[in-house]
């Protein structure tokens, strides 16, 4: 739990990093974490997530503005609050000739852990992170996948209450990318979760929280339902099974109700795009008793394009665009 009147475990004020008193990478960035929150940090190329990060782990020192972590000031010298702090930075590096179990446990020693203490923690981190079968082989030899798991044991041999982890599903294949995706899911359950990804789905999945940061600007700070909300898109895809005629039927009906948009039936598949005007839980129990009456099997249902995706990239869109109109005065603009 934190420590200050608040219980927020991150909060930033007016936030602002300017590099070399030319780029400014951060721009006045408020937010406050609430223990338990699993935050997707999100944002193009260049958005300033890892200098935020950067600043919340006391790397950098802020030009403007100021960071607490767990209600203390956090400053490039208050090692005692980064280590309650699990960090992995993007790619992260290891040196190659160590093996898990000797690099865990110099992890261990530098965190001053005494050897009984390091010793089976070391074992069950090894465990946990599935690299058992290869603890004792050296780290040149390892996957991303499996270095990525290296990173995660690495980032809790302190038992941290936050995790701030970079980008921690880049490079990884599929396989690997679903360990990384429980392994944060479990986590979640006991600790507080920064990430910052690239990767909307893995975002949609783990996070219930979103900060979206554009050219150093915050543009978005609430929960996951909160940023989905803001697009409703209605529209489904159905994969059907029944008599050809019949299924033609149905698309006749429904295209005849009201709110039914668009109704298109190609490759045993039905595109359906309902209005915003009835409740969509009404229409869809209209779309089912339609297809019910006429025999036909539903085999999926599913929503069309992903709904954070969406909701993400309608925010950075109107976002340049307000840029562009704010650079060139409306009729240039045109
Ligand atoms: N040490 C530095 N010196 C000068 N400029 C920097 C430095 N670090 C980052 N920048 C610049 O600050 C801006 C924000 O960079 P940052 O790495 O925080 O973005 P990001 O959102 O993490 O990007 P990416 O998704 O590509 O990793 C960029 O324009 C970058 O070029």
Redesign the pocket.
Known sequence: MAEDGHGWIVETQHLTKI??NR?I??NDVTLTLEPGCVLGLL??????????LRLILGLHRPTAGSVRVFGRLMTPNAADIRRRIGYIP?NPQFPRGMTPISYLDYIGRLFGLPRDVRKPKLATLIRAVDLLPHSGEPIAHFTPGMTARLAVAASLINEPDLLIWDEPTHGLDIEARRSMLELIKQLASEKTLIL?S?NLSDVDEVCNYACV?NK?QMIFHGTLQDLKGRIRRNHYELDVDGEHKAISKAVGVLRGLKDFIQVVFRHRRLDVKLGEETPNTALLAQLFQVLHDHKITVISVRTVGMQTEQAYLDLVEREESRGFVRLYPASEAA
């Open positions: 590099y070399r780029q990478a951060l944002g193009p190329n260049g958005a300033g997530k890892t200098t935020l993007t910052s690239h940061l150093g």
